[in-house]
């Protein structure tokens, strides 16, 4: 991957397209095109839904800048940690699906009777230098009497998970709260006084959600994306440490307010409002959160997670999509969905200007960008073992099969090695 600082890749190609745009398609009739993988997107929480259109940028960066970008603060200004590959790793993994008990019932592949194992043996290479794995006996000691919190929808909750687990080879966690549909949970490691948190806020915005157990909704959501969620908020300056993340849920079908007032929807039927995109919605709940970060005077430490792909083949999650691979894909394989573009686009920019402010503010805030290694593990996602035993009795039943969220153990362990990096690096 191109070793270029994020800043000047992004302005560069920034100010290219905003201020020379006539000349450029003047003089060189210049164009990026756009690929879109052959999946769609799915719901990110437990249910399916109908994916909508969505815009797409043509100004914006191409796909491979959207993901071969260099980031600063990584933990090193010679070794992005984030630019590696995958390669075999032949020893145990950190935990198994009987060594932690917090693994969610969806992602426990080998419970569910997953028959292959090979995708929990490879391992994440930074091209220029080593990342050490997650080592939770030095985690626990350097977060003696702290606390973390986790905050963004179901992908959050499956790396909150993966993080529980691993500490809790060390010491198992004691849990201390969960509401009625364990989204919200709260647990404490009690010889090192570190308490760990998820809170479930999917548009990390305030957000009337109308849907039930199964995931069926009676009604748009109500989205004010001037008003971030109480639910994290009135707890945040308790956090010494604090992930956010967003993204998938932008794709439902949501009126947009602000003021109070309706500006517009997405994917609303008729014409009653505006449809004003998903990007529009993402960039503006982004610049309240880093609005309501930079006005906090947090003492800790602030990360916010990239989006994370799918890999959907043959259909989406509601049409049969699929997903059988048990080998990592090869660089370039898969690329970005149309969704994961559009969150791309607007993440890197925002996450870019808000990093620089921190910087003068003296905040410390920091990308933990997992979309190019996960981009390539096409084989960590449950697929059809998001069940106990499908095929037990029928090995042709027909299945709907989970290709966005990730097995535990698995992948997404990994995400928590370059998790470990950033905190070390301070």
């Not at 905003?18 to 929480?45: A, D, T, W, Y």
């Not at 191409?62 to 990584?74: A, R």
């Not at 010491?171 to 404490?188: F, I, S």
């Not at 969905?337 to 200007?353: G, Q």
């Amino acid at each position: 991957m191109k070793q270029n600082w994020w800043k000047s890749a992004y302005k560069q190609n920034h100010f290219v397209f905003k201020l020379g745009i006539s000349i450029l398609l003047v003089g060189f009739g210049l164009r990026f095109l756009f690929s879109q993988s052959s999946s769609e997107i799915p719901n990110v929480s437990d249910d399916n839904i109908n994916t909508p259109v969505v815009d797409i940028d043509d100004s914006a960066e191409s796909p491979k800048d959207l993901i071969q970008i260099h980031h600063k603060g990584n933990g090193s200004e010679k070794c992005d940690i984030f630019d590696g590959e995958w390669l075999p790793n032949p020893g145990s993994p950190a935990y198994t699906n009987n060594t932690c008990r917090w693994i969610e019932s969806h992602q426990n592949c080998m419970g569910n009777g997953r028959p292959d194992t090979g995708y929990m043996y490879w391992k994440w290479k930074p091209k220029a230098c080593e990342l050490p794995r997650f080592d939770a006996k030095k985690f626990l000691e350097m977060m003696r009497d702290k606390s973390w919190a986790f905050v963004g929808d179901s992908i959050t909750r499956n790396h909150l998970q993966s993080f529980i687990c691993l500490l809790s080879q060390v010491e198992d966690a004691v849990e201390l709260y969960h509401d009625n549909d364990y989204k919200n949970r709260k647990w404490h490691f009690r010889s090192y006084n570190l308490t760990v948190s998820v809170i479930w806020s999917p548009f990390l915005a305030k957000a009337d959600i109308f849907e039930d157990i199964n995931g069926v909704s009676s009604s748009e959501i109500q989205l004010h994306m001037d008003v971030l969620d109480k639910q994290w908020t009135e707890q945040f300056h308790t956090w010494d440490y604090v992930l956010f993340s967003s993204g998938k849920w932008f794709i439902k079908t949501t009126i947009y307010y602000e003021n109070n007032s309706i500006l517009g929807c997405h994917g609303c039927e008729g014409d009653k409002y505006a449809d004003l995109g998903i990007n529009f919605a993402y960039r503006k709940m982004l610049k309240s959160l880093f609005k309501f970060i930079m006005e906090s005077n947090h003492k800790g430490m602030i990360f916010y997670r990239t989006s994370t792909p799918d890999h959907f083949e043959h259909g989406s999650w509601s049409t049969g999509g699929t997903c059988d691979r048990t080998v990592p894909a090869d660089e370039g394989e898969f690329e970005l969905t149309d969704l994961n573009r559009i969150l791309r686009e607007v993440e890197l920019p925002e996450f870019s200007k808000a990093e620089d402010e921190a910087f003068e503010k003296g905040l410390k805030l920091k990308l933990i960008d997992v979309m190019p290694l996960s981009l390539v593990r096409p084989d960590g996602h449950p697929g059809p073992y998001r069940h106990f035993y499908p095929f037990a009795k029928d090995k042709k039943a027909k299945v709907q099969y989970d290709c966005l969220h990730w097995c535990l153990p698995g992948p997404i362990d990994y995400w928590n090695d370059l998790l470990m990096n950033l905190v070390v690096s301070g």
